[in-house]
């Protein structure tokens, strides 16, 4: 994950200010979500997540009882002054959108690894 971040992320070969560089690049996790290529390169993140959490499930390991580390760490920008979207702001730690179902109104569909179903 933190590898592709790195190898998408595009840094201008000039800086804004002597060693103040452009941050908004998937290289930077702070802003990475203000790089246009992120939400296509999350979306298959979220979705792999999903997967994950249905074999959990599947198993009996419920995601309340998994490991989330770092996950009640502020999510920034998100929780500052500079977001005024109240959809986002209220989810700004990271344990707040491990529910995405709960947490965000959306399920997938048919959720699939290797064209498997999660009980197969």
């Known amino acids: 994950h933190n590898q592709v971040h790195n190898q998408l992320g595009f840094t201008p070969s000039t800086c804004l200010k ?15 979500s203000f790089d246009p290529i ?24 419920l995601y309340e009882n998994d490991c989330h580390p770092y996950f009640d760490e502020k999510l920034l920008p998100y929780s500052t002054h500079f977001n005024s979207n109240n959809a986002t702001k209220s989810h700004s730690l990271g ?7 709960k947490e965000f109104g959306y399920k997938y569909d048919d959720l699939k690894l290797n064209n498997m179903t999660i009980p197969e």
């Open 38 to 61: 992120f939400m296509i390169f999350h979306t298959m993140v979220d979705y792999q997540w999903a997967v994950f959490q249905a074999l959990q499930e599947h198993r009996g390991l």
């Open 95 to 101: 344990i707040e959108t491990v529910n995405y179902k």
């Open 18 to 32: 002597e060693g103040e560089c452009y941050p908004y690049t998937m290289q930077n996790n702070t802003y990475a």
